[in-house]
């Protein structure tokens, strides 16, 4: 099975935080080049560092909520304490796509709901997925990222 998972880091050493937790990942496929950009906050929340993110492509035998277990134990082992939404983190996996099948239970929903929406997502994974059509939209991801503002994404 074929996973696309985004990858984020605003608090610690975001680069080499992210760096281990690929290599904690199962069979990585393709990995994009890392991006800065700002965080995004809930209003009135105080400023946050900006992100390091990326996005990679896994290859695994583990069912969708399997890897999204494992996708958070990776995260709590890096820091990651959940307070409110959107708030600065250590690391951050979200499951994006799995091959071409929808998903939804009250934990889980492939595709990511929010990823078309997102510049700090599309773009990464444009770079190494650019062909991978949503599979509700029926767009590639080089068309998603087409229709974002991808001026806060800086390639480092």
Same mark, same amino acid.
């Given at each position: 099975? @074929?996973? +696309?998972?985004?990858?984020? /880091?605003?608090?610690?050493?975001? #680069? +080499?935080?992210?760096? /281990?937790?690929?290599?904690?990942?199962?069979?990585?496929?393709?990995?994009?080049?890392?991006?800065?950009? @700002? &965080?995004?906050?809930?209003?009135?929340?105080?400023? #946050?560092?900006?992100?390091?993110?990326?996005?990679?492509?896994?290859?695994?035998? =583990?069912?969708?909520? %399997?890897?999204? +277990? @494992?996708?958070?134990?990776?995260?709590?082992?890096?820091? *990651?304490? *959940?307070? #409110? @939404?959107? %708030?600065?983190?250590? =690391?951050?996996?979200?499951?994006?796509?799995?091959? %071409?099948?929808?998903? #939804?239970?009250?934990?889980?929903?492939?595709?990511?709901?929010?990823?078309?929406?997102?510049?700090?997502?599309?773009?990464?994974? &444009?770079?190494?997925?650019?062909?991978?059509?949503?599979?509700?939209?029926?767009? /590639?991801?080089?068309?998603?990222?087409?229709?974002?503002?991808?001026?806060?994404?800086?390639?480092?």
């Amino acid at each position: 099975m @074929k996973y +696309a998972i985004a990858l984020g /880091s605003n608090l610690g050493d975001s #680069q +080499a935080i992210l760096e /281990s937790a690929l290599g904690r990942l199962e069979t990585v496929i393709a990995r994009s080049s890392w991006y800065q950009t @700002k &965080a995004v906050t809930l209003p009135d929340s105080p400023p #946050q560092p900006d992100y390091l993110n990326g996005c990679a492509i896994l290859e695994t035998s =583990l069912e969708p909520l %399997d890897l999204l +277990a @494992k996708l958070q134990q990776i995260e709590a082992e890096f820091g *990651r304490i *959940r307070h #409110q @939404k959107w %708030d600065a983190r250590t =690391l951050d996996l979200d499951i994006l796509l799995f091959d %071409d099948v929808v998903f #939804q239970t009250k934990t889980l929903c492939i595709p990511h709901p929010r990823m078309s929406d997102r510049a700090f997502v599309l773009v990464p994974l &444009a770079e190494i997925a650019p062909d991978w059509r949503h599979p509700q939209l029926n767009r /590639s991801i080089a068309e998603l990222a087409q229709f974002v503002d991808g001026s806060g994404v800086r390639k480092l």
